[in-house]
């Protein structure tokens, strides 16, 4: 139980472009999911928290016009970049708690964003 | 603000070697610790969370014990299969309901056969 997925796994896209990740919770329904980034030998930095039907909370210094989140539905969150540039290019990494269970998230398997 | 610090940033055993990663931490009251594998190019995989001091859990060859500002993963006769990066994260209540992990960088583990 507790499985959460993320599509696509890897993309490269052009400056200036935009870039959509999706985050599926795909064994139960989660009200919150979290966005995190994840720069080589670095650890995980939370983005945003993403809550279903309201707007997400972005952490300080994460900008909201840039990094577009949508939670439209208890089973999927999305992540939108928005113009994005090569400093952009980093590893997605999206949880969710799972609410029968304790705070404990489940972590989806990554996106890795290159932009060129 | 919530801060997490692992050490060694890396460690090397060799198979059957038993050893112990430390997590030292800071946090405006402790909602829970939690322990996390992840391998390269993927993301954390969930193993325990820890919620008061002197608790223990224990999986397979791993097992978390927590004080009141660190906690130890001790992995007990290492296989080249538990070669993995070990996170460590908290979760305050001090966060306006927050639910925000604080991860450290690491200990990346590598088990020689």
């Known amino acids: 139980g507790a499985v959460v997925s993320q599509h696509p796994s890897w993309v490269i896209c052009k400056s200036g472009t935009s870039v959509k990740i999706e985050c599926r919770s795909l064994?139960?329904?989660?009200?919150?999911m979290f966005w995190y980034r994840q720069f080589p030998k670095q650890s995980l930095m939370l983005m945003a928290t993403?809550?279903?039907?309201?707007?997400?909370?972005?952490e300080q210094g994460v900008e909201k016009d840039k990094f577009l989140i949508n939670h439209a539905s208890l089973t999927l969150s999305t992540l939108t970049v928005t113009s994005a540039h090569p400093e952009d290019s980093s590893f997605y990494i999206c949880?969710?708690?799972?609410?029968?269970?304790?705070?404990?998230?489940?972590f989806g398997p990554g996106t890795r964003l290159t932009v060129t | 603000e919530d801060q997490v610090t692992q050490s060694p940033e890396a460690l090397r055993l060799q198979e059957g070697e038993s050893s112990s990663l430390n997590c030292s931490y800071t946090?405006?009251?402790?909602?829970?610790l939690f322990w996390y594998r992840q391998d390269p190019g993927k993301g954390p995989e969930f193993l325990f969370t820890l919620y008061s001091a002197g608790e223990e859990k224990e999986k397979e060859r791993l097992k978390a014990t927590l004080t009141k500002k660190e906690s130890f993963l001790h992995i007990t006769a290492p296989k080249p299969e538990d070669s993995a990066t070990y996170l460590c994260?908290?979760?305050?209540?001090?966060?306006?309901?927050?639910?925000?992990?604080?991860f450290g960088k690491g200990t990346k583990l590598t088990v020689n056969p």
């Open positions: 064994d139960f329904q989660a009200t919150t």
């Open positions: 994260a908290v979760q305050g209540w001090a966060q306006g309901g927050s639910e925000k992990l604080v």
């Open positions: 946090v405006s009251g402790l909602r829970g």
């Open positions: 993403s809550n279903e039907g309201s707007k997400a909370t972005y």
């Open positions: 949880s969710a708690r799972d609410p029968s269970g304790a705070y404990e998230q489940y």
